[in-house]
């Protein structure tokens, strides 16, 4: 509701001229503007590391304990993770929408339905009609945004292929 909010008083505040990336809306002569676009641009560089983080210390944990070039391998490592999802970004035309499926189905599953069913299974018997009635439309809208990104994802991956 925040986010959908701030859309419209910004679409608003600027009509059709409003930019779809928040960065393109910002006065290019302001050093807080210059600022801005860059922490924007450093942003998805922590993010990537810290969902390869995981699967590379999976693969790290396969190798020897003793070996003496453990650091070296894990740099390796993470070097060919990093070097074989950019070869799967060029090589599919349509690698966006796929993440856009991945995101749609899980992260609404993730962060909406199972925190919810999560919270009806251990405060169950102590909640109120109210509270209840409530987490009911929270997992509708979570199942209902799930379905319709999902659909989506699977249809815009469809017209590319």
Not at 91 to 100: E, I, K, T
């Amino acid at each position: 509701m925040i986010y959908g909010g701030i859309a419209v008083m910004g679409y608003m505040m600027f009509g059709n001229e409003l930019e779809s990336q928040v960065t393109l809306n910002l006065p290019r002569t302001l050093v807080a503007s210059k600022v801005a676009i860059y922490i924007t641009l450093i942003n998805p560089f922590a993010k990537f590391s810290l969902t390869i983080t995981p699967l590379a210390t999976a693969l790290e944990e396969l190798l020897p304990s003793s070996d003496s070039w453990l650091v070296l391998w894990g740099i390796g490592i993470r070097t060919l993770l990093v070097i074989s999802t950019v070869a799967v970004a060029l090589a599919l035309p349509f690698f966006g929408y796929l993440m856009a499926l991945i995101g749609s189905s899980l992260s609404c599953s993730v962060s909406i339905i199972i925190p919810s069913i999560c919270y009806l299974k251990l405060f169950g018997a102590s909640i109120s009609r109210h509270e209840m009635s409530l987490i009911f439309i929270i997992l509708i809208l979570g199942i209902v945004t799930g379905i319709v990104g999902t659909y989506s994802s699977l249809q815009k991956i469809a017209d590319a292929i």
